[in-house]
């Protein structure tokens, strides 16, 4: 039953208390905020506690919550404050050979090798970026979020997220130009 009440609902009686409804908040969005945090966050083996850490946060900071955004939005803010956290906590590194991995996602066997170097580039390019303009390109490009909610997610104003993806677009297609058909 309670999986199919909205995130408000769910979030309005987690409020109150009620874990259950927290659950399937956590069950709901847990998916998509590990993806998110795997995306902008260079350690793949400390994401499954960025976002372990940001339900934590969420659930003490619920009672709080004055709904002045979508869940979902509030979610990601929590999530990105984290990820900042952990980036602070890092030690920097400026080595590209030390870079992490990045999962494979290549389509199939035809294109493997055109897909892989795509994505390689891509990945190598989006961690060279300041983790503000990596975030507002993932949340907008692949998570389709309206520029007004990447605004709060990341605490910033409309305009500067629309300058972070203008200018992360820009440098990305003169990147990869190559890759044009």
């Known amino acids: 039953m309670l999986d199919s009440l909205s995130d408000e609902t769910l979030a309005r009686r987690a409020q109150r208390g009620d874990s259950a409804a927290f659950d399937v908040l956590v069950v709901r ?38 709904f002045r955004s979508a869940f979902r939005t509030w979610l990601y803010s929590l999530a990105s404050r984290k990820t900042v956290d952990a980036m602070r906590r890092r030690r920097p590194q400026n080595d590209l050979d030390s870079a992490p991995e990045t999962p494979d996602f290549r389509p199939g066997p035809g294109q493997r090798a055109e897909h892989a170097a795509f994505l390689t580039t891509l990945n190598r390019e ?24 990447i605004a709060t997610v990341l605490h910033t104003t409309e305009g500067s997220v629309r300058g972070l993806l203008q200018r992360t677009r820009k440098r990305l297609a003169t990147t990869l130009e190559e890759f044009r058909p």
């Open 29 to 66: 969005h847990a998916p998509a905020l590990l993806k998110f945090v795997r995306q902008t966050y260079p350690e793949s083996g400390d994401c499954d506690d960025i976002v372990q850490e940001t339900f934590i946060a969420a659930w003490k900071a619920l009672p709080n919550f004055a």
């Open 126 to 149: 989006l961690a060279k970026l300041p983790y503000p303009a990596r975030a507002a390109w993932w949340l907008r490009e692949v998570y389709d979020l309206p520029v007004a909610e």
